[in-house]
């Protein structure tokens, strides 16, 4: 019997898209393995069940090749997955020219050169739909850069014409915005988001440090995170303007996990330079400082070093595997819990939710236990 695959159209074949393809390969080439994964199956979707059937871009240096060449094309790095006999992925599919909108930022076009665009494509509607549908693609995944806020908008709406799921991997509000969600719950669709909270990230654990300043009853006084790292996501973020958003999503991330209050001057978490020697490695700095018993102060600095592109890869690898077994299923309700386990900014319905009441909801409701949206069972 052949082996369900979901059919994923990506948008922007950057760093992480690469990282995607090379783990998707790494574990198609050993289905028994499950070391590095959250969830290893999906219903019936392993880890090697992606199948990238369409993809787009702007870069010259990666449009118009095919997909598993243009992974590694461009200002696009080693990204430390061991390449060993990995099968290409995405072989036969040729990258297109997408619109480029506002997608391409002045810091990214230092380093790029926007491909011409070709004819009956650039911010042509139709055209991109049509490709969608004759890819016969389940689910869209957006990769586009920080900043891409019309871009991301664009994408969204027209994977709600084309009929497919949509997965809102950067920090654009999207599956946080009411009207949106209203749009994909009403057309049946997963709509997953908003930005990566990465597999074990800055984020992640940040929250995990001030959810335990909470549980354990010791007052939060302030905070910060600093991450620095050297692939093109950090140098399209010399770009101040591009984020605002970036800024809110990581800090509400963190902020939802603390039961107190905290004034907006103590708390600052956010991309703060471009070190290029890094490449695709990240580092992140994070201090609490807070109060326990009788007033006594405590303090706390851990540093993470991570692999930036798989350690986003680890969780879209799930969340796109989930989207397709809600549409198998007819139960678009879990995208919500979907999207506060695996992302910064999910709905504000779910964002205070701890990290782990969200896995438990999404457990139980991958081996069919209930619909995630009833609790209780229907």
């Known amino acids: 019997m052949d082996t369900p695959l979901v059919r994923v159209g990506i948008i922007g074949v950057g760093n992480c898209a690469r990282a995607l393809l090379e783990g998707t390969a790494y574990y198609r080439s050993s289905p028994d393995l499950t070391a590095g994964l959250m969830f290893p199956q999906v219903g019936p979707y392993g880890a090697g069940a992606l ?3 369409a993809a787009w871009d702007v870069d010259v240096e990666k449009v118009g090749k095919d ?8 200002q696009n790095l080693d990204i430390g997955i061991p390449q060993g006999d990995l099968l290409p992925l995405g072989a036969d599919v040729r990258v297109q020219r997408a619109p480029t909108l506002d997608g391409a930022g002045f810091r990214y076009r230092e380093r790029i050169t926007l491909a011409a665009d070709q004819p009956g494509t650039g911010d042509d509607r ?3 739909i049509e490709q969608i549908r004759a890819a016969r693609v389940d689910v869209l995944l957006n990769y586009l850069p920080v900043g891409s806020q019309d871009a991301t908008e ?6 709600l014409a084309a009929g497919v799921g949509f997965v809102n991997n950067v920090p ?3 599956a946080r915005k009411d009207r949106w969600r209203k749009a994909f719950r009403e057309a049946g669709l997963p709509l997953i988001g908003d930005d990566i909270k990465s597999q074990l990230g800055a984020t992640y654990l940040h929250r995990t440090l001030v959810r335990a300043f909470s549980d354990r009853g010791i007052s939060l006084e302030r905070t910060y995170q600093l991450n620095v790292g050297g692939n093109m996501d950090f140098y399209n973020m010399l770009e101040q303007e591009r984020l605002a958003s970036k800024r809110q ?5 963190v902020t939802d996990a603390y039961d ?3 004034a907006g001057d103590n708390v600052h978490i956010g991309p703060s330079d471009f070190v290029p020697f890094l490449g695709d490695t990240k580092k992140a700095f994070i201090r609490c400082e807070g109060r326990g018993f009788g007033g006594a102060p405590i303090e706390m600095e851990i540093q993470l070093t991570v692999p930036d592109s798989p350690n986003s890869a680890g969780v879209v690898i799930d969340a796109a595997r989930i989207a397709k077994l809600a549409m198998d299923r007819g139960d678009t309700a879990v995208d919500e819990w979907v999207s506060a386990w695996l992302f910064k900014a999910p ?3 779910v964002a205070q939710e701890s990290d782990q009441i969200a896995r438990e909801r999404l457990v139980r409701w991958t081996a069919g236990e209930h619909s995630a949206g009833h609790p209780g069972g229907r």
């Open 260 to 262: 107190g209050d905290l």
């Open 249 to 253: 999503s990581k800090t509400s991330a």
């Open 347 to 349: 709905p504000h319905a």
């Open 126 to 128: 139709e055209t991109i």
């Open 67 to 74: 997909l598993w060449s243009a992974r590694a094309a461009g």
């Open 172 to 174: 654009v509000f999207i």
């Open 51 to 53: 199948e990238p059937v």
């Open 154 to 159: 664009w994408w969204a709406d027209v994977a």
